[in-house]
């Protein structure tokens, strides 16, 4: 029988690749850790997030920032949790299990329907242990999320597609174009001596707010960070934000191509991901170019998936929300097909800690 191909591929920046040549990677050389948006994709990550939050980086004690929209909120607000390996495992059943019965008669869900059916789920989930995510020790979690302006700063039937589509022709023509219509808010928890986190990347690059995360938005924040437009409702009135409409933050940060600014104590950005190319926004996904490696990414070590490795996973592929509409009301085929990806991306964990044993600079490749 053939063998399984290698299932990680590391890249690195240039500051990152020289680091590694002097250093190795240790838990304490980290200073921020990423997590994209990309809905079911976020799931092969779990065993990585498993190993690295619950065996590798507790070995260190620095101030770490995890930055994440969508999904990747999601991945490290449970990072903040105690006990954050059962909280990681139970985040992968909820997500895989998830399930959304249209009204009688409809072919799909409404997107209130999602919406309200998230909330309560997020409710489980974090229901009174938010102020275990807040005061966390060592993480600082900020959670994008993207803020309608203008005609976009209010949800409607015929403003939200005439917005959106003003927002696509003014990105295409530019991505800082974006910001008449969108921008990025980041809801930022406090240090544990009680200082607002100062955010670990520069905003030059595109429109930003700063918002301080605490026990009356969070649920607000994170569900906003998640609200995929059209599939569910925006969020409005989160707490101490500036009104309007917040949508999924992946639309102006999909992979969270941003300037990181990792302190020199610990200077490396590791970056557990799905693909190579690191995605500005949402609707830069048609735009090639976009996807390339800039100075912004010179700390970074990202870990992803070989796509040959891919190939062997269920449906030759990456779990993605093209499956809730390929198994429709099919709810065991699909888990069934979540699992054994997931089971299977345990080989990236254990590669990863193969890795760290005995880093080898001929298995890391530039970003």
Same mark, same amino acid.
């Given at each position: 029988m053939p063998s399984t191909p290698r299932a990680l591929r590391l890249y690195a920046g240039p500051k990152a690749r020289q680091h590694l040549a002097q250093h190795g990677l240790r838990p304490q050389d980290v200073g921020i850790i990423p997590a994209a948006a990309g809905g079911p994709k976020g799931l092969i990550l779990g065993p990585l997030d498993r190993f690295i939050f619950g065996q590798w980086l507790p070995q260190s004690q620095q101030p770490v920032h995890l930055v994440g929209a969508s999904?990747?909120?999601? $991945?490290?607000?449970?990072?903040?949790?105690?006990?954050?390996?059962?909280? %990681?495992?139970?985040?992968? $059943?909820?997500?895989?299990?998830?399930?959304?019965?249209?009204?009688?008669?409809?072919?799909?869900?409404?997107?209130?329907?999602?919406?309200?059916?998230?909330?309560?789920? =997020?409710?489980?989930?974090?229901?009174?242990?938010?102020?275990?995510?807040?005061?966390?020790?060592?993480?600082?979690?900020?959670?994008?999320?993207?803020?309608?302006?203008?005609? =976009?700063?209010?949800?409607?039937?015929?403003? @939200?597609?005439?917005?959106?589509?003003?927002?696509?022709?003014?990105?295409?023509?530019?991505?800082?174009? =974006?910001?008449?219509?969108?921008?990025?808010?980041? %809801?930022?928890?406090?240090?544990?001596?009680?200082?607002?986190?100062?955010?670990? %990347?520069? @905003?030059?690059?595109?429109?930003?707010?700063?918002?301080?995360?605490?026990?009356?938005?969070?649920?607000?924040? =994170?569900?906003?960070?998640?609200?995929?437009? %059209?599939?569910?409702?925006?969020?409005?009135?989160?707490?101490?934000?500036?009104?309007?409409?917040?949508?999924?933050?992946?639309? @102006?940060?999909?992979?969270?191509?941003?300037?990181?600014?990792?302190?020199?104590?610990?200077?490396?950005?590791?970056?557990?991901?799905?693909?190579?190319?690191?995605?500005?926004?949402w609707l830069d996904k048609v735009w090639k170019r976009r996807h390339r490696a800039s100075p912004a990414l010179d700390n970074m070590l990202l870990l992803a998936p070989d796509p040959a490795w891919v190939k062997t996973l269920p449906n030759g592929k990456l779990p993605d929300r093209n499956d809730f509409t390929h198994y429709g009301q099919d709810l065991a085929g699909r888990m069934k097909a979540w699992q054994g990806a997931t089971a299977a991306s345990q080989q990236l964990a254990d590669e990863f800690a193969q890795w760290l044993e005995q880093p080898d600079l001929s298995c890391v490749e530039p970003i």
């Open positions: 999904i990747g909120a999601w $991945r490290m607000a449970t990072a903040c949790l105690d006990q954050s390996v059962a909280a %990681f495992e139970r985040l992968e $059943r909820d997500y895989i299990a998830q399930h959304y019965e249209p009204h009688p008669g409809k072919k799909r869900p409404t997107a209130s329907q999602v919406s309200e059916q998230f909330g309560r789920s =997020l409710q489980q989930f974090y229901g009174g242990r938010v102020q275990e995510v807040l005061s966390h020790p060592r993480f600082l979690l900020h959670l994008v999320a993207s803020r309608g302006r203008h005609v =976009l700063a209010q949800e409607g039937p015929l403003r @939200t597609p005439l917005g959106y589509a003003g927002a696509f022709a003014a990105n295409a023509v530019h991505r800082k174009a =974006l910001g008449a219509w969108l921008e990025r808010v980041v %809801f930022s928890s406090h240090s544990a001596t009680g200082q607002a986190a100062v955010l670990p %990347f520069g @905003t030059q690059d595109f429109r930003t707010r700063q918002v301080p995360l605490n026990s009356h938005n969070f649920m607000d924040a =994170l569900q906003a960070s998640c609200s995929i437009p %059209f599939a569910l409702r925006a969020v409005h009135g989160i707490a101490g934000a500036p009104p309007g409409a917040y949508w999924d933050g992946g639309i @102006t940060d999909y992979h969270l191509h941003l300037r990181y600014r990792p302190p020199a104590t610990a200077p490396i950005v590791l970056y557990p991901h799905f693909q190579q190319a690191v995605v500005p926004g």
